[in-house]
């Protein structure tokens, strides 16, 4: 990631993990074209980081009440396929937040719109969570933003507010500004925490070649029907710390849409299995792939079976809790 100088105003970092769903149910299709979903979401190890800091003349706009004009700017450029500018969720939050707060942005790609003396608030993204893969990156990123530009921009909205923002970004965006583990119904967008004992093994396997929410979505339109199966067996396994009941009650009804986009990935998680996996399954719309193991010497072991079949293979725990904001 290139690096911005060091902020002249307040600056503050944010890590945020990623989201695996340990369940997750397709009721059908709603009015407004998206699924009806039972989802049981459980945030996961693997962190995209997000600093945020206030840059611009000294005693001009560094007092909250004094931020009316704002330019927002990205600064990463090197994760390759990461949406930018505009386009990126990360800035699409900062700019829902600014209107929001009564801030008027401007990207600085359009620098006219506000002066050059005015304030100029950077985002710098440090992405490890992979793109397109599965795992509510970009959503992620946008809980992120929300959380660290409240602070800094002195917003003082409660996380609630946070989570309605966050809906109209993407449908993972409100469980990922609070984390932890929660059922969530509707999009994905109506949450509720839930009851998690101890904490799970992980193997977390992706792929390079990113796969389309959207993709997925419309291939279980043109195959699949919606399904009735409940979340109970996943919830009452997290709450009896029972890690071999969960890998037996993982759940995902788009993996017949995923694995027939992605045939190799119906073999992946035979392999998986095969490397005594207590359960694996796919996370989210994919591709990446999560095998439940019984202890991390196990998880380290199916990571190294596996490893061939994958572009990358790394080991996590869950749940790994919500947005962590820290002092830069
Ligand atoms: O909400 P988000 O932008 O993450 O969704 C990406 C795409 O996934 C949507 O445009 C839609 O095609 C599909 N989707 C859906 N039903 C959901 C969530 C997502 O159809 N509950």
Redesign the pocket.
């Known amino acids: 990631m290139r690096s911005a100088d060091q902020p002249d105003g307040p600056c503050v970092q944010v890590r945020v993990p990623a989201k695996i769903n340990l369940f997750l149910a397709v009721r059908g ?2 009015d407004d ?5 039972i989802t049981v979401f459980q945030t996961v190890s693997v962190f995209d980081r997000l600093r945020v800091g206030v840059y611009g003349p000294p005693g001009r706009g560094h007092h909250p009440a004094a931020r009316r004009r704002m330019r927002v700017q990205l600064l990463d450029g090197e994760a390759a396929g990461l949406p930018q500018a505009e386009h990126n969720l990360a800035m699409r939050a900062a700019r829902v937040l600014a209107d929001h707060a009564g801030i008027a942005t401007a990207a600085t790609d359009a620098p006219r719109a506000v002066g050059q003396s005015d304030p100029r608030t950077v985002l710098e993204l440090t992405k490890g969570i992979p793109i397109a893969g599965g795992m509510a990156g ?2 992620a990123d946008a809980a992120a933003a929300l959380v660290a530009l409240n602070e800094l921009w002195g917003c003082a909205l409660p996380r609630e507010d946070l989570r309605e923002l966050g809906a109209d ?5 409100p469980f990922c500004v609070v984390g932890g583990t929660a059922l969530a119904s ?3 967008t109506a949450v509720a925490q839930v009851l998690c004992r101890g904490s799970f093994d992980w193997v977390v396997a992706t792929s390079d070649q990113p796969l ?3 993709d ?3 291939r279980w339109d043109a195959d699949c029907v919606p399904t009735e199966i409940e979340p109970d067996a996943v919830l009452a396994a997290l709450r009896a710390r029972d890690a071999e009941a969960l890998g037996a009650a993982l759940h995902n009804d788009l993996e017949p849409a995923a694995f027939a986009l992605r045939p190799e990935l119906a073999a992946a998680k035979a392999a998986m299995l095969e490397a005594g996996a207590l359960g694996a399954v796919l996370s989210g ?1 994919g591709p990446t792939m999560l095998a439940l193991a019984d202890s991390p010497v196990s998880a380290a072991r199916i990571a190294a079976a596996v490893r061939e079949g994958f572009d990358g293979v790394q080991v996590a725990t869950s749940p790994a809790g919500g947005p962590d904001i820290r002092p830069c």
Request: proline letters at 0%; charged letters at 15%; aromatic letters at 8%.
């Open positions: 299709v709603r074209g998206y699924h009806e979903l970009g959503s970004l993407g449908s993972d965006v509707g999009r994905g389309a929410t959207a997925v979505y419309s719309s």
